[in-house]
């Protein structure tokens, strides 16, 4: 029997979908890996009539025999089904088939998994489909699910399609990685009991990716399931980068050279800076590359504090793909306890820091609720100023510009023990926020938040300069 972790909101779209008295088409989006299928397996056991599950990198010939194959199981001996020429034969299949099962009165359930390679330039399975939903689905008693790992293509050949399936989706799930919450869960689920330190060194590795998550064993520390998984020869993650993006962009190696661009600038590039780095087009090529990037999960955009448009910053959010760039990609030679020599060096040192900052900005909702403004709006944004000859540069991870004349200036520190502020950083700290009032000009008042992973030490640095210390446990409500 399959159980589900978590997903409480989505699993209620699809029961209100099977229960409803209409027709409904359901869209099932997010990333690869994410768990999209075992949803829809999970949440509607018993129920799916027919799943068709697209051919990765194949022609319309073999998808529509192996959609043939599977009507005929569905139908018995009942219809005769000679194989379709084409996906509109194989649709119209489909209602002869549906229609020749009049006793059935529960709602029927059609699962079309990995559209996008179902659905393969000029097949024609999008207007056969159209078809299908238009002149029959749409008028009787039925459940269609269409589930897509491209989201980008997802939204923009279905969600936004203007021709026959424009505005025909009734309900959507955009399915996102596990929450630190979540993972824990799914941990516990399988028996995996770790520290919530431990949890989080998987997170800024793994992101909350239920497949990734799957690997882990009990018994085991975060860092021996990180070698296991990430550099042993049969681990999953060792080589998973080169399945990665060419399973969901045509012209893949693209998507990648701007992926390892931003890989390599921890703050983000801006569209130009990107351009130079890749010497892709500087036409719309990057611009529909990073939107892809965007929708499929890998990549964020954002406006550093009191920046315009044309300085719109682009981050590299997928955690996996960081580390695969950083870490995995030139260990050839594998050795045990490879993670533990790694995470000695220079470069953890910095990958860990924005790592764990990451880790943070996705959690922005939990770090409000533990300030205990979650009621009042307020915009997530960083702030960076170069210098110049009166005031030096700085840089601030994380800004909370509320609507209640206050703004929280947080400092994101990944420690292995609480954190101490002595008296040069706590100088740091002033300087900071000195230089952001000066430059934003803000009349807000600004308060020092420290988000750190074992809390904060208290000492004659930290007393009137700190005004929230956080621990992991907020990020984990």
């Known amino acids: 029997m399959l159980q589900l972790v978590g997903r409480a909101e989505e699993k209620q779209v699809l029961l209100n979908a099977y229960a409803s008295d209409e027709p409904e088409m359901v869209a099932v989006i997010g990333r690869r890996r994410v768990g999209k299928t075992f949803l829809v397996r999970t949440v509607l056991q018993g129920k799916i ?65 990995e559209l996008p390679w179902l659905a393969s330039r000029k097949s024609g399975f999008l207007e056969a489909f159209g078809f299908f939903w238009n ?41 996102k990685p596990f929450t630190l919450s979540e993972t824990e869960a799914y941990l516990t689920h399988r028996n995996v009991h770790l520290n919530r330190y431990q949890i989080a060194q998987l997170y ?144 953890y040192k910095s990958w860990s820091g924005y790592a764990f900052e990451s880790l943070c900005l996705k959690h922005i909702y939990q770090i409000k ?30 800004l909370i510009d509320r609507n209640d004349s206050v703004i929280n200036l947080c400092e994101l520190k990944f420690y292995n023990e609480p954190f101490t502020i002595n008296k040069s950083y706590a100088e740091q700290l002033e300087r900071k926020r000195h230089i952001f009032k000066t430059v934003s000009k803000t009349k807000k008042q600004v308060f020092i938040t420290l988000v750190t992973t074992h809390g904060l030490q208290t000492n004659q640095h930290s007393l009137g300069l700190v005004d929230s210390a956080l621990d992991l446990n907020a990020l984990f409500d």
């Open 369 to 398: 609720k533990a300030l205990q403004i979650g009621g009042i709006y307020s915009e997530a944004v960083s702030f960076t100023f170069a210098g110049n000859d009166e005031l030096p540069g700085t840089q601030i991870d994380l």
């Open 204 to 347: 800024m590795i793994m992101g909350g990716i239920p497949h990734y998550l799957k690997e882990v064993k009990a018994g085991k520390s975060a860092a021996q399931n990180i070698d296991d998984i990430c550099f042993s020869e049969g681990g999953l993650l060792r080589d998973e980068f080169t399945s990665l993006y060419p399973a969901l962009f045509e012209k893949a190696d693209r998507h990648i050279e701007v992926v390892r661009a931003l890989g390599k600038k921890w703050k983000g590039l801006t569209r130009k800076q990107i351009v130079a780095q890749t010497g892709l087009s500087e036409g719309g090529t990057v611009s529909k590359i990073l939107r892809e990037l965007i929708h499929s999960g890998f990549a964020s955009s954002y406006y550093p504090f009191g920046k315009r448009k044309k300085e719109m910053l682009y981050r590299l959010t997928d955690e996996y793909s960081l580390f695969y760039l950083h870490f995995i990609e030139r260990k050839q030679v594998q050795e045990r306890g490879m993670w533990k020599s790694l995470s000695q060096t220079p470069v």
């Open 49 to 113: 009539d027919l799943e068709v599950t697209g051919i990765q990198n194949t022609t319309s010939k073999p998808q529509i025999e192996n959609f043939h194959f599977l009507l005929k199981d569905l139908a018995g001996d009942n219809v005769a089904l000679p194989t379709p020429a084409s996906w509109l034969e194989a649709f119209r299949q489909l209602i002869t088939v549906l229609k020749n099962d009049n006793g059935v009165s529960r709602k029927r359930v059609l699962f079309f998994d």
């Open 135 to 175: 002149n029959w689905a749409s008028k009787n008693n039925i459940l269609v699910i269409i589930c897509g790992s491209a989201a980008s293509w997802m939204i923009k050949r279905v969600v936004q399609n203007r021709g026959g399936l424009h505005n025909r989706i009734t309900k959507r799930i955009y399915l």
